[in-house]
């Protein structure tokens, strides 16, 4: 569970909502019609500009922001050197006996390509393929929640101008007057509040979480490319170790040592 996500959001909605109750009755800031407005709106547009099939995967995508387990970049590299060393002992095929323990499909993909005789070229596009797959589903997720996030104040605005042209049309009728005002004032405010607290957000939050998983991803076929080579265990780890950002790698070295 990412704790900071649930924080950021409690605690954005949380402050706003103390901001407003300690300057008067919370309950005016509350329309119907407002809601309605910005959230059909943004969710209607997004469901004209992306298929339906896109829609539908986003919506299993979201959960990442939420509840993601965090890469362990450290532990990947332990694995690729023993696996480089029992290749360069025993001979490539030797790595048939350990498939089974690895968890990971890609990795797991990528040795029994390797064990199968892949001839290098081709086992590296495959690779690269499929994180480019990879990375092109992160992107339309991400560009969906970014597409509600520029739709959501637009239709705060229409529903702006949807209570102004009530007002308008109440000029008669003061009673009128003031639930357009607050028809049109609100709905602004629904449209600003959902695109800065949930919608951009959380476009921004899978785009880590994309970069983090690529990352990793990126560094099991480095690993994996430079075992097929025959590559000596210590060159495979130090090629490891220089995708870790500089904190990584004084923690892994430090490790290291320990032991």
């Given at each position: 569970?990412?704790?900071?996500?649930?924080?950021?959001?409690?605690?954005?909605?949380?402050?706003?909502?103390?901001?407003?109750?300690?300057?008067?009755?919370?309950?005016?800031?509350?329309?119907?019609?407002s809601l309605l407005i910005v959230l059909g709106g943004?969710?209607?547009?997004?469901?004209?500009?992306?298929?339906?099939?896109?829609?539908?995967?986003?919506?299993?995508?979201?959960?990442?922001?939420?509840?993601?387990?965090?890469?362990?970049?450290?532990?990947?590299?332990?694995?690729?050197?023993?696996?480089?060393?029992?290749?360069?002992?025993?001979?490539?095929?030797?790595?048939?006996?350990?498939?089974?323990?690895?968890?990971?499909?890609?990795?797991?993909?990528?040795?029994?390509?390797?064990?199968?005789?892949?001839?290098?070229?081709?086992?590296?596009?495959?690779?690269?393929n499929e994180i480019d797959f990879l990375a092109a589903?992160?992107?339309?997720?991400?560009?969906?929640?970014?597409?509600?996030?520029?739709?959501?104040?637009?239709?705060?605005?229409?529903?702006?101008?949807?209570?102004?042209?009530?007002?308008?049309?109440?000029?008669?009728?003061?009673?009128?007057?003031?639930?357009?005002?607050?028809?049109?004032?609100?709905?602004?405010?629904?449209?600003?509040?959902?695109?800065?607290?949930?919608?951009?957000?959380?476009?921004?939050?899978?785009?880590?979480?994309?970069?983090?998983?690529?990352?990793?991803?990126?560094?099991?076929?480095?690993?994996?490319?430079?075992?097929?080579?025959?590559?000596?265990?210590?060159?495979?780890?130090?090629?490891?170790?220089?995708?870790?950002?500089?904190?990584?790698?004084?923690?892994y070295l430090e490790q290291q040592k320990i032991f």
């Open positions: 569970m990412d704790i900071a996500t649930f924080l950021g959001i409690l605690s954005a909605f949380g402050l706003l909502a103390v901001a407003i109750v300690s300057r008067g009755d919370f309950t005016v800031f509350f329309n119907l019609s943004t969710f209607g547009a997004t469901l004209i500009n992306y298929p339906m099939k896109d829609i539908i995967r986003v919506l299993r995508v979201v959960k990442n922001a939420f509840v993601h387990k965090e890469i362990d970049y450290m532990s990947i590299i332990p694995d690729l050197v023993r696996h480089s060393r029992l290749a360069r002992k025993d001979g490539i095929l030797a790595l048939d006996k350990i498939l089974d323990e690895i968890d990971d499909q890609f990795y797991y993909e990528g040795l029994r390509m390797v064990v199968d005789g892949t001839k290098p070229q081709m086992l590296k596009q495959i690779l690269r589903r992160h992107r339309v997720g991400i560009s969906i929640f970014r597409t509600m996030g520029q739709f959501a104040p637009a239709f705060g605005m229409i529903g702006t101008l949807i209570g102004l042209i009530f007002m308008l049309g109440a000029l008669d009728d003061a009673s009128q007057i003031a639930s357009a005002m607050a028809l049109a004032l609100v709905t602004t405010f629904y449209g600003a509040i959902l695109a800065n607290i949930l919608f951009l957000p959380i476009a921004g939050k899978l785009k880590e979480r994309s970069t983090a998983e690529i990352l990793k991803l990126e560094m099991v076929m480095a690993g994996i490319l430079a075992i097929q080579q025959g590559e000596m265990p210590s060159m495979v780890e130090q090629q490891m170790i220089s995708f870790l950002p500089t904190e990584y790698r004084r923690v």
